[in-house]
Every structure is written in C-alpha cells, then in structure tokens.
C-alpha cells in the first residue's frame, strides 16, 4: 500500500494560494474581521508561513485585492455589438453577480480597505473605475478624446453604479434586476439631459437612440416616462408662481 503524501507547492503556487484563500474569507466578511490565523487555517498551513510569503495581513489584502480589482474589471468587457442598451444591462448582470458573489469584500474595496486603507488599494480602486470608463467610452463609438460632457456622464454613472450596488448590499430592499434596469435607465437619462445643453452630446445620443429598438432598455424607459407625460404640464402649472 502506498501512502498519500503532501506535495510540496512552489513559491508562487503558495502566494497564489493564500491570495485565493483570503479573497474568499474577505468576501464573506470585512477584511477587518479576518484575522491571519483563520488565513492559515483555511490554507492548511502554520501561521509562520504565512508571514513567510507575505509580510502582514495589509499585503495579503492587497494582493487580494489586486485579483479581485482584475476580476471585477474584466465584468465590463462586452462584445461591441447589437444596442448599447442591451449590451449595459448584461454589463450590469455580470457586475451585479460580482457585487453579490463578493459582498463585504466588494463594500471593502470600494470604501478604500481595511482601516487605515493604502495608496496601493486606492490606486486598484481607481484602475477598476478607469477600466470601467474606457469600456463605455469605447462603446460609444466616439473617435478622439471624448467630449468633456460625455467624460461627465460617463464617469458619473460609473461612480452611480458603484454607489448604488453598495446600498443594494445594505438589506436589498430592492430586487437586484429591477436596480440592474434602472441603471441602465440612468445612463439614458444623464446622456439625454447633457444631450439639452451641448449640441455635441445631442449628436452622439440621437445617433445611439436611433439604432434602439422599441422593446430594448431604452424603449422601455421611453414607455415608463410616457405614463407620466399626461401629468407633467399639470404638475409644473402647480408649481410655477401665478402672474
């Protein structure tokens, strides 16, 4: 008979270990929380040894962080094809799925880390926004710089996504593909309002509604607002000061 014997795991293969192990505790809880005797633990391993390939918990949670910031990049990557409404709400999908798969640990990248936080994980954090902010700029098709307006509305939304699937996470007082639609929604909104006040920006939203279809996100939005049309001229006479 023969007996099972422990392989030995090479320098990297154990790093890349330990950066799995405390990724998956640090999305069930706040990195706070996780001490780095549950990390050997779960690891199979001696507390020692992770100080061996890893100086102290903040490194690990960075490393962690780093695969986690990859990860919840590569959510925004989308095939440039078909209506960019329906290419948004599947881009929500897969970030919402993320958001929900991670919990704490999304709430902890977002908010900076653990107390005290690092200009590492800051930077992670703001790679993660600037990915998501090309990706969308590329979808828009816009050659050059893109407009100040547009760089507005784009960074703006990216900021309300992240914002709100952090409230989402606090109780989930809203059922997630109704917030993933109303996302959606949003950009629409924010590009159609810039759209009022730059001829530029009208230029780049009409050319986007027009390749829409009516029962897409943004049809759909279209037929929301349309039910509160009827009431609006009543609704601003109300409010408007009588002459």
């Known amino acids: 008979m023969t007996t099972g014997v422990r392989r030995r795991m090479g320098v990297d293969e154990r790093r890349q270990q330990l950066i799995g ?89 977002m908010r900076g880390g653990p107390a005290g936080g690092s200009s590492t994980a800051d930077a992670l954090i703001d790679g993660v926004r600037q990915a998501a902010y090309e990706q969308i700029i590329a979808h828009l098709g816009v050659s050059g710089p893109p407009p100040a307006r547009l760089e507005l509305v784009v960074r703006s939304w990216v900021s309300l996504a992240e914002s709100t699937a952090l409230l989402w996470l606090d109780g989930r007082r809203i059922p997630r593909a109704e917030l993933e639609l109303q996302l959606v929604h949003d950009f629409a909104a924010l590009a159609a309002v810039s759209a009022a006040y730059d001829q530029e920006m009208a230029g780049i939203v009409l050319r986007v509604f027009a390749q829409e279809p009516a029962d897409g996100p943004f049809g759909d939005l279209l037929t929301r607002l349309s039910v509160l049309a009827p009431a609006a001229p009543a609704v601003l006479s109300q409010r408007l000061p009588q002459s």
Do not use: C, T
């Not at 405390?22 to 992770?50: K, M, Q, T, W, Y």
């Open 21 to 109: 192990v405390a990724l998956e505790l640090f999305s069930h809880r706040s990195p706070d929380d996780v001490s780095i005797d549950e990390i050997a633990a779960a690891a199979g391993i001696s507390r020692p040894l992770v100080y061996h390939y890893f100086p102290g918990k903040q490194s690990l949670y960075e490393a962690a962080l780093g695969r986690a910031a990859d990860e919840l990049a590569g959510r925004f990557l989308e095939a440039h094809e078909g209506p960019l409404g329906a290419r948004l709400l599947r881009v929500m999908g897969r970030f919402f799925d993320f958001v929900e798969e991670h919990g704490p640990g999304f709430a902890a990248l």
